[in-house]
């Protein structure tokens, strides 16, 4: 059973960074697609990164520049590194995981992922 676990939010003051992590576990495929997806209550779902296991990686523009996606595959781990945060960037913070697609190079969409964490606070002050 697939199992996606975030860390590493919290609360920063505007200008500040932090960097997310997800670990995953009991994934068997070789190709994959990995994303963070933010969401703030009552909005929707929106992606910020993905990753494919070619090392692709995509951003959205409001975060280009800002916002980096990596992984390391030894420990299996995802991460979001994050600078110069905002606060219009306080939302709960997902990680997800799917199979390897043409969509992972575009962004990809909620619905694009079939494995998501639970999720991690981040709360920028201004």
């Known amino acids: 059973q697939v199992q996606l676990v975030e860390s590493g939010g919290g609360s920063v003051q505007a200008g500040g960074s932090l960097r997310l992590s997800c670990a995953a576990s009991?994934?068997?495929?070789?190709?994959?697609?990995m994303g963070w997806f933010r969401q703030v209550p009552g909005k929707e779902r929106e992606g910020v990164a993905t990753?494919?296991?070619?090392?692709?990686?995509t951003y959205a523009a409001s975060v280009k520049g800002r916002f980096t996606i990596s992984k390391d595959n030894a420990k299996n781990t995802l991460y979001l590194q994050m600078n110069s945060l905002k606060p219009e960037e306080t939302a709960m913070y997902y990680c997800?995981?799917?199979?390897?697609?043409?969509?992972?190079?575009?962004?990809?969409?909620?619905?694009?992922?079939?494995?998501w964490g639970q999720g991690t606070q981040v709360t920028v002050s201004s």
């Open positions: 009991g994934w068997t495929y070789r190709r994959y697609c």
């Open positions: 990753r494919d296991s070619d090392g692709w990686t």
């Open positions: 997800a995981a799917g199979l390897q697609g043409a969509y992972c190079k575009q962004g990809g969409g909620e619905a694009d992922f079939g494995y």
